[in-house]
């Protein structure tokens, strides 16, 4: 029952991350060193509306696995 919510949680942030990564990506090459990956990560974390797409997309995971979990509950 709590396998939606949980997959939610931690398959949402990742795709926003990898999203961002990927929107970056397309002004900056590929950071090639650890250094370059730490500037590279920091920079994600900056982009403009990082944090309040990462809000709305897991405030969409709770109310989709809260609808999900009340719809099991109701029918059982």
Same mark, same amino acid.
């Given at each position: 029952?709590?396998?939606? *919510?949980? *997959?939610?949680?931690? =398959?949402?942030? @990742?795709?926003?991350?990898?999203? +961002?990564? *990927?929107? =970056?990506?397309?002004?900056?090459?590929?950071?090639?060193?650890?250094?370059?990956? +730490? @500037?590279?990560f920091k920079e994600v974390l900056r982009l403009p509306d990082f944090w309040s797409e990462l809000n709305k997309k897991l405030v969409f995971g709770l109310v989709t696995a809260g609808g999900d979990t009340a719809i099991k509950l109701a029918m059982w």
């Open positions: 029952m709590y396998a939606m *919510s949980t *997959s939610l949680f931690v =398959l949402e942030p @990742i795709r926003h991350f990898q999203a +961002n990564m *990927s929107v =970056l990506n397309q002004f900056y090459e590929w950071p090639k060193t650890r250094g370059e990956y +730490n @500037i590279f």
